[in-house]
């Protein structure tokens, strides 16, 4: 999780009223102003403090203002990459968008149905069931929220963290019986997940990585949900793709452990 995606998940879990939330607005409403800006031009423009916005970097997981600064100018230079969901298109409009936006569809479904195994899917579930704890570290959010229900219904243990301090917190508190899906974006502007992923494998629990195609975290991986090099011409189509798993492992979990628990309930909706 690079930088900008780190305050955007902070704001987000973040009540209305939160003086944190209001830096964080302040930043990014100002983000133009951010590339060359001091701790206290930060301050500032925000109408905070120093103090302040420390604190706000120590929950994102940043140990100094400088280390802070130097990735968010990074992105600030190159922001229209950052924040580019589809491929570039010299003169984009609303037909172009639409196409691109189907294909990004088209050729998720495709990698899905033709590199989905039934045998690997089975065995997370039997994994899930035996497990006494389940963390989701930066996964994607639609297809969690599913598979968190349905674990939380046969009394399992979940968490859901974004921010790397968070993840490394729980995973200082794994056991034996516990289960860690990660999404891990590698690229230089990414905080390392290395220590993270050490306390996992210290601690015995299973770690269930999204791929791990030049992946430098794959020595760490027990289990991974999509293997080899995928040639991508949508780099969106990623996390589509692993929606769709986690929704595959939801349904296939629901329905071995929870469906007759309703049965008595069900009725006719057609």
Known sequence: MNV???LISLYNRLPAESTYRAVIKGILNNLDQMADATIFDMAEITSSSRTTIWRMLKMIGYNSYGEFHHELKKIITQYSYYNRALPVDPRPDFNSIVHMASG???ESSD????TASESMALSIVQLLRQADHISFYDFPNTSTDFLIQNLIMTGKDVGLYSL???MNRDAGKLTPHSVVFAYPIESQDMKDMTPVFEKIRDNRAILILADEAKSRYASYADYVLLSGNLSL????SRRYIFEM?????SELYREKYISDKFTAYKTDLT
């Open 233 to 236: 011409e949508y780099p969106l």
């Open 164 to 166: 790397w301090p968070d």
């Open 104 to 106: 990004l569809l088209k």
């Open 4 to 6: 900008l995606m780190s």
């Open 111 to 114: 990698i899905i149905i033709k």
């Open 245 to 249: 798993l986690l929704i595959i492992i």
